[in-house]
C-alpha cells in the first residue's frame, strides 16, 4: 500500500528512515525484546521490491548510507543490513557495475560487523598468537527460529532425491533473506551474556552462510577476485574455531559455520584460503562427529575440493602407508591409523561423481589388501574395508571392480561363517571338536579355533560392527541392479539362494544351504520375539548405525531367505539411488560426545 502512494516517493520515506535511525523517538509500552531497527529494517525488506528498476536506482545512494550506517545498531540489525544488501544487489544487478566500490565498502563493512558478533563466543586460547576456539562455557542453541534449513534427513527425506547432490540445492535469495528477516524478528535484540550471546552469534553464522558466498561471487569479478583474500581470511579466522567444536552444546555453530564454508567451496577463486584448513579438519580424530546437515555440507565441501584441487586425491591416497608399520609404531596404533585414514578416504570417494576416481583403483585396492590384513589386530578396520567396499560398489562401474571381486566374496564369506560360528557356540557340534562342522569353518580361517575346541570371545562391539558392515555389504548387493553387479551374480545362490521354494522350518539336510538360511535357522531359536519386517526392492533393508548383538541382524536373514522376496528382489531390483546414499551416509556419521 505505502509504495503506491505518490505523494511518499521512495527517496523521501528512505531518507525519513534514516533520520529515525538517527533521533529514534522515545516510545513506551512495548516490549523490551522489541527492536525499532530491526522492525525498520524489516519494513524496508518488504518494501524495497516493491519498487521498479528506476526507482531503485534513484535510491541507491540514499540506501547505502543507511547500510553504512547500519553498523551502529544493534547486532541484529547489522545482520538484516547485509540481507538487505543482498535483495539490493540481486534485483538491480547494474548497481555493482556503477557504485562497485560503494557496494564492497559496504559488504566489507557489515561483514566485518557480521563476524564480530560470530566472534562473541569465541576465545583466544593463547597470549602468544591469534588462536581462537569456542568458549567452554558458551551454550550455543540448536538453531535459531526461522531457521530456512531442514532439521535432519530423516524430516526431509522426499526433498533428498539424491545424495550425491545434498547440500548443493540452498535456498533461493528472496527466500533467504526472507527467513533470515524472520529469525531475526524472532531473537533476542540485544546481547549481554551467555545464551542469548549463542543465538546471536548463530543467528550472524545462518546469515553468513546464506548471503556472504553470492555477494561474493557478485562484488568480486574478474580482476577483482584478488581483493576478496583479505576478507575471505577474516571469515574463516572465525568459522574454523566453530568448525573445530565436535559436541552438543557447539553442534549449531558447527552446522552453520560448514554450511557456509559450503557456500564459499563453491567458487574456484576462494580455493587458496580455504584448502589447507580444510585438509586440517579431515584429518582431526573427532571430524565425523556431526549431524546430518553439516555431514550434507561437507559433502559439498570435499567434493568441490577434489574437482578444483586436482592433486588433493592423490594426497589423501598417499597419507595411506603401504606395507608394514614402522619399527617403534605398535600394530594396534598402526591398525587404528590406517582405518581412520580409510574412513576418510571413503567418504572422499563417496563425494564425488561416478567413475571419477577409476584411475586410481590399483591404489585404492592395495590399501584395502593392507587394511585386511590388520583385521585380526583390530576388528573396526575390517568395519571400515567392507564400508569403503561398499562405497567403491555405488561409485565405480563393474569393469573398474573386476579385480577387486574375489578379495569381496572371500571376506564377505569368511565374516558369514565366523557369525554363524558365534551364533552356534553352544550346539553340539560345537562342543564336538571332530565334527566336520567346525572343521569345516576352521579350514576356512585357522585364527577362529584355538585347539580345535574354544572359540576365541568375538562378540564385543569391534566384531558386532564387523557383522553389521559384512551383513550391510550384502544388503546392497540384493539392492543395485544386475546389471550394475554383475559378478556378484555369479556367487548370489551361494549367499541367500535362487529363489526356490524351501520349507523354513525345515532340517537343513541338502548338499548345500545358503549362508542367509542357515544364519536365519541359527537365529530362530534364540530370539524372544519374532519380528517381521518389509522392504521396498531396490532400497536397503538396514539402516542401523550399531547393533548391541548379533540378533538383531535375525529380522534382515529372516527376511533374505524367504523365496518370495528373493523373486520379487530379482524382479524389480532398480537400486533406489537417495536411500542407498542415506544408509551409507549414516555409516560415516559418529556419535557425538
Known amino acids: 500500500m505505502i509504495s503506491s502512494m505518490k505523494v511518499l516517493p521512495p527517496d523521501t520515506l528512505i531518507s525519513n528512515v534514516r533520520n529515525v535511525f538517527k533521533n529514534p523517538p522515545h516510545v513506551t509500552g512495548i516490549s523490551p525484546k522489541f527492536s525499532l531497527e530491526v522492525s525498520l529494517l524489516q519494513f524496508l525488506m518488504a518494501y524495497l521490491p516493491k519498487l521498479s528498476l528506476v526507482q531503485l536506482m534513484e535510491v541507491q545512494g540514499s540506501l547505502f548510507t543507511l547500510l553504512n550506517d547500519a553498523i551502529l545498531f544493534s547486532p541484529n540489525a547489522m545482520i538484516l543490513g547485509l540481507a538487505l544488501l543482498e535483495l539490493i544487489v540481486t534485483k538491480v544487478t547494474v548497481i555493482i557495475k556503477t557504485n562497485q566500490k560503494d557496494i564492497q565498502e559496504a559488504f566489507s563493512k557489515l561483514v566485518e560487523a557480521c563476524l564480530n558478533v560470530a566472534g562473541l563466543c569465541l576465545e583466544q586460547t593463547t597470549w602468544l598468537r591469534r588462536n581462537l576456539a569456542v568458549k567452554r562455557n558458551v551454550q550455543l542453541p540448536s538453531r535459531v527460529a526461522g531457521n530456512v534449513l531442514t532439521s535432519s534427513l530423516d524430516e526431509d527425506e522426499d526433498k533428498d532425491e539424491s545424495t550425491d547432490s545434498a547440500g548443493s540445492n540452498p535456498p533461493s535469495r528472496s527466500a533467504s533473506s526472507s527467513a533470515l528477516s524472520s529469525s531475526v524478528g524472532q531473537s533476542a535484540v540485544t546481547i549481554p551474556s551467555g545464551s542469548d550471546a549463542g543465538a546471536s552469534a548463530l543467528l550472524a553464522l545462518q546469515a553468513l552462510a546464506e548471503v556472504f558466498p553470492s555477494l561474493l561471487d557478485m562484488l568480486y569479478s574478474g580482476e577483482e577476485r584478488d581483493k576478496s583474500t583479505n576478507i575471505l581470511n577474516?571469515?574463516?579466522?572465525?568459522v574454523v574455531p566453530y568448525l573445530r567444536g565436535h559436541s552438543f552444546s557447539t553442534m549449531g555453530g558447527h552446522r552453520c559455520a560448514s554450511q557456509l564454508l559450503a557456500g564459499i567451496s563453491n567458487y574456484q577463486f576462494t580455493r587458496r584460503v580455504w584448502r589447507k584448513e580444510v585438509f586440517d579438519l579431515l584429518f582431526e580424530p573427532n571430524f565425523f562427529q556431526m549431524d546430518n546437515e553439516a555431514v550434507s555440507a561437507w559433502m559439498k565441501i570435499i567434493e568441490n575440493l577434489l574437482v578444483y584441487e586436482k592433486s588433493a586425491f592423490k594426497e589423501l591416497i598417499a597419507r595411506i602407508p603401504v606395507g608394514q608399520a614402522g619399527l617403534f609404531t605398535s600394530k594396534e596404533a598402526d591398525a587404528e591409523n590406517r582405518a581412520m585414514l580409510l574412513k576418510r578416504l571413503s567418504f572422499s570417494i563417496f563425494c564425488g561423481n561416478k567413475d571419477e576416481f577409476q584411475h586410481h583403483m590399483p591404489e585404492i585396492q592395495e590399501r584395502l589388501i593392507d587394511c585386511l590384513k590388520l583385521g585380526q589386530v583390530l576388528p573396526s578396520v575390517q568395519a571400515i574395508v567392507f564400508l569403503c567396499i561398499r562405497v567403491l560398489m555405488v561409485r565405480m562401474s563393474d569393469d573398474c571392480l573386476i579385480s577387486l571381486w574375489p578379495t569381496i566374496i572371500t571376506e564377505l564369506v569368511q565374516s558369514l561363517s565366523l557369525m554363524e560360528l558365534e551364533l552356534n557356540r553352544d550346539t553340539p557340534e560345537f562342543r564336538d571338536g571332530e565334527s566336520?562342522?567346525?572343521?569345516?569353518?576352521?579350514?576356512?580361517?585357522?585364527?577362529?579355533?584355538?585347539?580345535?575346541?574354544?572359540?576365541?570371545?568375538?562378540?564385543?562391539?569391534?566384531?558386532?560392527?564387523?557383522?553389521?558392515q559384512a551383513t550391510k555389504l550384502l544388503d546392497l548387493a540384493l539392492c543395485l541392479p544386475s546389471e550394475q553387479l554383475p559378478q556378484f551374480q555369479l556367487y548370489r545362490w551361494a549367499f541367500v539362494g535362487t529363489g526356490d521354494c524351501i520349507p523354513q522350518n525345515g532340517p537343513i539336510d541338502s548338499e548345500y544351504v545358503p549362508h542367509a538360511r542357515r544364519i536365519a535357522k541359527s537365529m530362530r531359536s534364540k530370539v524372544k520375539e519374532d519380528v517381521t519386517i518389509s522392504a521396498e526392492p531396490?532400497?536397503?533393508i538396514l539402516h542401523s548405525h550399531s547393533i548391541k548383538t548379533l540378533l538383531d541382524l535375525y529380522p534382515f536373514y529372516k527376511l533374505v531367505s524367504q523365496p518370495e522376496f528373493l523373486k520379487l528382489n530379482l524382479m524389480h531390483s532398480t537400486g533406489d539411488n537417495a536411500s542407498i546414499s542415506k544408509s551409507l551416509l549414516i555409516d560415516f556419521i559418529e556419535y557425538i560426545e
Open 234 to 238: 577474516s571469515v574463516m579466522t572465525v
Open 436 to 468: 566336520a562342522y567346525l572343521s569345516r569353518l576352521a579350514a576356512l580361517e585357522s585364527t577362529w579355533i584355538v585347539g580345535n575346541t574354544n572359540l576365541q570371545m568375538r562378540n564385543h562391539p569391534g566384531w558386532l560392527q564387523v557383522y553389521l
Open 538 to 540: 531396490g532400497s536397503p
